[in-house]
């Protein structure tokens, strides 16, 4: 809200009749000043009267301050803070104005300032508008841009029409940010929610197992791991895949602290039976092996039933039941058959199972990329060395 119009006439008159004393004192030299700085001052003070005189007035402050700034006149502040008030930035006006009653305080025209500082004070109070700011959780601080306005949430604030963002932390919480734009007089209420902060930890898992890679928090990562992997502090699900293993474990990572834990191959093949590519076939084959010969001997059995009878028909009437015979035959060869593939079925299981323990021997154990550091006492859980 602007001051009245004599008050900006008087102004406008004011600002114009210093113009030229300061424009002729900024281009004296001053030994506290160099003389390129001067000129600069001098620069941006008359940037300013053309900015004012074409009424771009927040242009003008802006130059003027730039001027005050180099050559440290006073006198200058006066004209930001004219600049400001006829922008339409009160608030800014009237800090410019106190400035140049403070640093100015026997200034001729001191006395119409301070009663334009008055006015200016009570056009922003009836222009205030009320910002009703709740929290969630309650209790957060709550700050507009930065540092102003301090309060905690429920809380009311008073504030000029403008945009403003505010702020609301709370600890253990991420801050929250909330941009609002009030208008003058009006009430307002701004509901601001705070999600509570992740804490992180980190887990370094050392292994001598070849080729096998880490799983955790959905991220894979090759092992030996060069640094520890950040996840959620508290229970983590980690796997260990390839290279032949298939383990999985839960751990309590510490909050803003490293949890190391050394896992030998030894302990993850016993993660499961099928671990072992070669074990797993071997398993199967000698699976195989022993369902054929077990089905071999129930054949062998029922063969033999069948060459009873056909004995047993041979000496009551001199002669066998030809379809009998064929019967008994087929059983034979059956039984035959599945011995054969039992046999076969039980060497290739130990075949692979000779060739898993040679090739496990040879295997030479990769080294981690760090000496592999102590157990944690803590830890939840026990691997086996």
């Known amino acids: 809200m602007a001051t009245s119009s004599s008050h900006t006439r008087t102004f406008k008159r004011l600002l114009v009749a210093c113009a030229l004393p300061l424009s002729l004192s900024l281009m004296m ?25 074409n009424d771009e007035y927040e242009k003008a402050a802006e130059a003027f301050l730039e001027s005050y700034e180099l050559s440290g006149r006073s006198e200058l502040l006066y004209n930001v803070g004219q600049a400001y008030r006829l ?9 410019y104005f106190q400035r140049y009653l403070s640093e100015l305080p026997g200034a001729p025209n001191a006395g119409e300032v301070a009663d334009t500082v008055i006015e200016i004070q009570q056009a922003i109070a009836a222009s205030m508008a009320t910002l009703n700011v709740t929290s969630s959780p309650e ?17 009311e604030l008073d504030l000029a029409p403008g945009t403003y963002t505010l702020i609301a932390s709370l600890p253990d919480f991420d801050q929250a940010r909330q941009s609002i734009t009030l208008e003058a ?5 701004l509901a601001m929610t705070l999600r509570a902060a992740v804490q992180t930890g980190r887990l370094m898992v050392q292994s001598d197992l070849s080729g096998a890679t880490l799983i955790v928090g959905g991220q894979s990562y090759a092992l030996p791991l060069q640094r520890a992997v950040e996840v959620e502090a508290g229970t983590t699900t980690f796997a260990i895949r390839g290279g032949g293993a298939d383990f999985s474990e839960s751990v309590e990572v510490p909050a803003d602290d490293t949890l190391t834990l050394f896992i030998p191959a030894s302990a993850m093949g ?19 092996g022993i369902a054929l010969g077990a089905a071999a001997t129930i054949m062998g059995m029922q063969a033999s039933t069948t060459y009873d009878a ?7 009437f001199g002669g066998v039941n030809r379809e009998l015979l064929d019967t008994g035959i087929s059983q034979q060869r059956t039984a035959n058959g599945l011995w054969i593939g039992a046999a076969v079925s039980l060497l290739a299981s130990s075949g692979l199972f000779v060739w898993d323990v040679f090739a496990s021997g ?5 080294a981690p990329s760090e000496e592999p550091a102590p157990r944690r006492s803590d830890a939840p859980v026990e691997l086996l060395d």
């Open 29 to 53: 030299p001053a030994p506290a000043f160099a003389q390129d700085t001067i000129e600069q001052a001098r620069e941006r003070f008359m940037e300013g009267r053309a900015f004012y005189d």
């Open 87 to 95: 922008a339409g930035k009160l608030t800014d006006a009237e800090a």
């Open 139 to 155: 209790g957060a601080t709550i700050l507009v841009e930065e540092t102003r306005e301090r309060c905690n949430a429920p809380c």
């Open 185 to 189: 007089r009006q009430r307002e209420e």
């Open 270 to 288: 016993q993660g499961g039976v099928f671990s072992n590519p070669r074990q797993s076939a071997a398993l199967g084959l000698g699976g195989v």
């Open 310 to 316: 056909l004995e047993q028909q041979q000496n009551a």
């Open 362 to 366: 040879d295997d030479e154990p990769i």
